[in-house]
């Protein structure tokens, strides 16, 4: 029996960290996104790639 609540367990931590890892991939998603369009905004205004590293 106490083999079975070790492996519970471990199925349940593992599965913790897996939602963790999900939402922070997510989180990351949104970064991303939001920082290409800034990009694209910009650009669209007429700067160029370099002008926005220059501001970096």
């Given at each position: 029996?106490?083999?079975?609540n070790?492996?519970?367990?471990r199925?349940y931590?593992?599965?913790k960290?897996?939602?963790a ?6 989180q990351?998603e949104e ?6 369009e800034?990009?694209?905004s910009?650009t669209?205004e007429g700067?160029?790639m370099?002008?926005l590293?220059?501001?970096e």
């Open positions: 029996m106490n083999r079975l070790e492996a519970t367990f199925m931590e593992i599965k960290k897996k939602k890892l999900y939402a922070e991939e997510k990351a970064e991303f996104i939001a920082a290409y800034e990009v694209l910009k669209r700067k160029t370099e002008d590293e220059r501001r």
